[in-house]
């Protein structure tokens, strides 16, 4: 294949995130992963103010060290909301980067929330991974668990909590958890729409439950409280869709303190050897472990199947379950529509073993279907209304 004939294809990254770090380091190794025969790479770096920046330093992992400083070096550039640019626009001159094809490798808000991709529709460009409306239900872990329980998969009782009604009155909205039937101490307390186990708690009585809701309404607007499943096993699995839909190997993360931290999911593996993190790739795990129980692995996958599919889900995501080992009952946790380092560790020891280079040119090739489906359907009926 000539140079010119190679497929234009531009990364996104970063974005205005509590998890912008993390993209940042998916996107490194999903671009060295890239078959550079087959696509000419175009990394577009979005600061966390929002700006977003294009040029090769962005390759090198140091850049990141001196940001915002050293962004003037970059060309700054955007994605217009308008069909048939071609494109990426550069801001200086208005001239056009020429891009056949879009991969968000953002995690969490405005990149994996469907933000992103409804720019993508408006300016109509094919993009890999889940669409809008798959990209927002997954991020949001309430309307994720409530949708997924109407379709018999089993998830933890979860209540939703406004910042507003929190901060009205603190104490009314800790008595209102604590009252709800099957809401005993200790309890969980997540962010209803944030990742990397940001803004976390395990709370053991009502004045912990005030504190970890301060915590969680720092980050988000919702809180979710949950019961604490003391006695927890993880065990994630991959699905993806390319020439139907697949599930990876199970994976068992390993935590030292119970709950898998921030520290634990970046910092801790990868960074011992080298001072530096590989993301998802380098937590402590056991991948496809030989003593796990089939029946539950084939749960796993099962449900894991079944929810990437009822919510419409695209590209490579990574699904969360938590089991009881008290009671032995298994529940759909979450739900990454662009999961750390894009689950390739788990691809890679799949059956049939599938290589990154080969999962980012599936994603692509599919994006591209998907592209062509949309465009395929009528749009113009013409003026009716306006001209009777
Ligand atoms: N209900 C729960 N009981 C006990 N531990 C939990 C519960 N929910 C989550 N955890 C722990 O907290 C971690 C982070 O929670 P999770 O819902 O996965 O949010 P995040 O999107 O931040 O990863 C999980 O990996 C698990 O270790
Ligand atoms: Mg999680």
Redesign the pocket.
């Known amino acids: 294949m000539t140079k010119s004939k190679r497929t234009r294809v531009a990364v996104l990254f970063g974005g205005r995130s509590v998890e912008h770090e993390i993209s940042v380091i998916t996107a490194l190794q999903l671009m060295q992963a890239i078959d550079p025969a087959v696509y000419e790479v175009t990394p577009v770096y979005i600061a966390p103010s929002g700006t977003w920046h294009t040029g090769t330093e962005l390759l090198n992992r140091s850049f990141y060290a001196k940001v915002p400083g050293n962004l003037s070096s970059l060309a700054e550039v955007t994605l217009l909301p308008k069909p048939g640019v071609g494109g990426l626009t550069k801001l200086s001159d208005h001239s056009i980067i020429p891009i056949d094809v879009f991969l968000p490798a953002f995690h969490g808000q405005y990149g994996e929330d469907g933000c992103i991709q409804g720019l993508f529709e408006m300016a109509d460009v094919p993009y890999t991974g889940s669409n809008v409306v798959s990209s927002a239900m997954t991020m949001n872990?309430y309307a994720c668990k409530v949708f997924l329980k109407e379709h018999g998969v089993p998830v933890?009782p979860a209540q939703l909590i406004a910042r507003s009604d929190a901060q009205r009155d603190i104490r009314g909205a800790v008595e209102r958890v604590l009252a709800h039937d099957g809401y005993s101490l200790p309890l969980?307390v997540?962010?209803c729409n944030?990742?990397?186990?940001?803004?976390?708690s395990?709370v053991k009585d009502a004045s912990e439950l005030a504190a970890a809701l301060a915590k969680v309404f720092r980050y988000d607007t919702h809180a979710l409280v949950?019961?604490?499943?003391?006695e927890?096993m993880?065990i994630n699995c991959s699905v993806r869709d390319h020439d139907g839909i697949h599930a990876s190997v199970v994976e068992v993360?390993v935590?030292q303190s119970?709950?898998?931290s921030y520290e634990e999911?970046y910092l801790r593996g990868g960074g011992k050897k080298t001072g530096q993190s590989a993301g998802m790739a380098s937590l402590t795990r056991v991948i496809d472990p030989q003593d796990l129980d089939p029946e539950i692995k084939r749960n796993v996958v099962e449900l894991a199947t079944r929810s990437f599919t009822v919510l419409g889900c695209s590209g490579v995501a990574r699904l969360?379950f938590?089991v009881d080992l008290a009671t032995g009952n298994l529940y759909f946790?979450?739900l990454?529509a662009f999961p750390g380092s894009c689950s390739f560790y788990l691809w890679v020891r799949s059956n049939p073993r599938v290589l990154y280079t080969t999962l980012i040119h599936n994603m692509i090739e599919t994006a591209m279907k998907h592209h062509a489906t949309g465009a395929s359907l009528d749009r113009n009926i013409g003026l009716k209304a306006l001209r009777s």
Do not use: R
């Open positions: 872990k933890l969980f997540k962010p944030l990742g990397s186990s940001i803004g976390i395990k949950e019961p604490c499943v003391n927890i993880e993360p935590s119970g709950v898998l999911k969360d938590i946790n979450e990454n």
